[in-house]
């Protein structure tokens, strides 16, 4: 069997309201694809990722780079595959867009063989440590209005977030240190003393500054402060962690078990967060994940994005190892984001209808259980949201 093409689509659509983080707002919902086709008929599904311009530019590493390097090799050799690329594009980039390119290449690679082999990717890496996943659902993003008013309305989403069933919440912060502490109180309001909710700052912060928001954040009893500072200050995370009783989590931003090494051994993390569609895909995610349980760092993964994203995070949250063990060990958890998603919601011929799941199942979702990621995209609905 042999490669024959590697395409990317990318899709888009306008966002029915304006959405933002501490970094930027956006309006349009982005996603993007990579399918590997094979000569024996079996195809495989990726996704990269990066939004907007981001997927643009990617898809020429995909299809102007990667693919000329890997066409007319087996699918089946992913990790020769893996590694030709990676040494190859080395000299340009061992961080960042190349390897969200490649993590997508990855992923497909790896639907393929449980395609192949007839089983699910969870069987692939090893079994499955639990048949169903417990779900946060974040929202509260930021909106360019005065904080009082996104106050009042963070309190009503949370409630909201909670009365669905999830497990837990996630909110934005990034309009200040006193700006965000008003709106992370407002969370606290609006899911009551016992419902655990984390909180995002998307690197904006200076050390200091995210101590005063880490402080007032213990006081709401708040379980997560994620990305506080740049992903480069590796001292102040450390610092950051030594400081405060709140968890630190991060990582998104990194890649690659050689960036994840020097992470993990500054200590400046109390949950990591590998985000599989850009580190390096599947094969990378197994080795990252292998560093962070040697360094007895609990791992709860990033994800942002379509169906194909969702489905590959909970086949690797389901065949997760349990840290430390134990009758009761501590269990991750799958990331879900719940301001519109079309790409997430109606991608597949089969929906996950991850919603349904977690109000009918105490904030839990199960596995798929079909050939590889287990789940088919629906090409119509390519067809029509795809912009390049």
């Given at each position: 069997?042999?490669?024959?093409?590697?395409?990317?689509?990318?899709?888009?659509?306008?966002?029915?309201?304006?959405?933002?983080?501490?970094?930027?707002?956006?309006?349009?919902?982005?996603?993007?694809l990579?399918?590997?086709?094979?000569?024996?008929?079996?195809?495989?599904?990726?996704?990269?990722?990066?939004?907007?311009?981001?997927?643009?530019?990617?898809?020429?590493?995909?299809?102007?780079?990667?693919?000329?390097?890997?066409?007319?090799?087996?699918?089946?050799?992913?990790?020769?595959?893996?590694?030709?690329?990676?040494?190859?594009?080395?000299?340009?980039?061992?961080?960042?867009m190349?390897?969200?390119?490649?993590?997508?290449?990855?992923?497909?690679?790896?639907?393929?063989?449980?395609?192949?082999?007839?089983?699910?990717?969870?069987?692939?890496?090893?079994?499955?440590?639990?048949?169903?996943?417990?779900?946060?659902?974040?929202?509260?993003?930021?909106?360019?209005?005065?904080?009082?008013?996104?106050?009042?309305?963070?309190?009503?989403?949370?409630?909201?977030?909670?009365?669905?069933?999830?497990?837990?919440?996630?909110?934005?912060?990034?309009?200040?240190?006193?700006?965000?502490?008003?709106?992370?109180?407002?969370?606290?309001?609006?899911?009551?003393?016992?419902?655990?909710?984390?909180?995002?700052?998307?690197?904006?912060?200076?050390?200091?500054?995210?101590?005063?928001?880490?402080?007032?954040?213990e006081?709401?009893?708040?379980?997560?402060?994620?990305?506080?500072i740049?992903?480069?200050?590796?001292?102040?995370?450390?610092?950051?962690?030594?400081?405060?009783k709140?968890?630190?989590?991060?990582?998104?931003?990194?890649?690659?078990?050689?960036?994840?090494?020097?992470?993990?051994?500054?200590?400046?993390?109390?949950?990591?967060?590998?985000?599989?569609?850009?580190?390096?895909?599947?094969?990378?995610?197994?080795?990252?994940?292998?560093?962070c349980?040697?360094?007895?760092?609990?791992?709860?993964?990033?994800?942002?994005?379509?169906?194909?994203?969702?489905?590959?995070?909970?086949?690797?949250?389901?065949?997760?190892?349990?840290?430390?063990?134990?009758?009761?060990?501590?269990?991750?958890?799958?990331?879900?984001?719940?301001?519109?998603?079309?790409?997430?919601?109606?991608?597949?011929?089969?929906?996950?209808?991850?919603?349904?799941?977690?109000?009918?199942?105490?904030?839990?979702?199960?596995?798929?259980?079909?050939?590889?990621?287990?789940?088919?995209?629906?090409?119509?609905?390519?067809a029509?949201?795809?912009i390049?």
């Amino acid at each position: 069997m042999k490669i024959t093409k590697v395409t990317s689509h990318v899709l888009q659509y306008d966002l029915p309201e304006l959405l933002g983080y501490s970094q930027q707002y956006y309006s349009k919902r982005s996603a993007h694809l990579v399918e590997v086709t094979t000569d024996g008929g079996i195809t495989g599904w990726g996704e990269c990722f990066g939004p907007g311009n981001i997927a643009i530019a990617n898809q020429a590493i995909v299809e102007k780079v990667i693919q000329p390097l890997v066409l007319g090799m087996n699918p089946l050799d992913r990790d020769v595959i893996w590694h030709k690329v990676y040494n190859l594009l080395r000299d340009h980039g061992q961080k960042g867009m190349p390897m969200q390119s490649l993590s997508g290449v990855d992923i497909a690679l790896w639907d393929i063989a449980g395609k192949v082999a007839g089983l699910p990717l969870y069987q692939m890496i090893g079994g499955t440590h639990r048949d169903s996943v417990a779900v946060y659902g974040y929202g509260m993003m930021l909106k360019p209005e005065p904080v009082n008013e996104l106050a009042a309305k963070f309190t009503e989403e949370a409630a909201k977030i909670k009365d669905m069933g999830f497990a837990a919440t996630k909110m934005k912060v990034g309009h200040g240190p006193k700006a965000d502490i008003q709106l992370a109180t407002a969370v606290r309001k609006g899911v009551g003393d016992d419902y655990p909710f984390m909180v995002d700052a998307n690197h904006c912060y200076t050390t200091s500054d995210a101590f005063n928001v880490g402080r007032a954040l213990e006081e709401l009893d708040a379980y997560w402060l994620e990305e506080p500072i740049a992903p480069e200050d590796r001292n102040g995370y450390r610092e950051l962690r030594a400081g405060l009783k709140i968890n630190i989590s991060g990582g998104e931003a990194e890649f690659n078990r050689w960036g994840w090494r020097e992470l993990l051994e500054c200590r400046g993390l109390d949950i990591a967060q590998p985000e599989v569609c850009a580190l390096g895909g599947i094969s990378e995610y197994l080795r990252v994940l292998a560093l962070c349980h040697a360094h007895f760092t609990p791992v709860v993964n990033h994800v942002w994005g379509s169906a194909i994203a969702v489905s590959t995070n909970l086949h690797l949250l389901a065949a997760m190892p349990p840290l430390p063990g134990g009758l009761h060990p501590w269990e991750p958890m799958l990331e879900f984001d719940t301001t519109d998603n079309k790409f997430r919601d109606e991608l597949l011929e089969t929906p996950l209808n991850i919603q349904q799941q977690v109000a009918n199942n105490a904030g839990r979702v199960a596995i798929p259980h079909g050939p590889g990621l287990g789940v088919v995209p629906d090409r119509d609905f390519i067809a029509r949201y795809k912009i390049s």
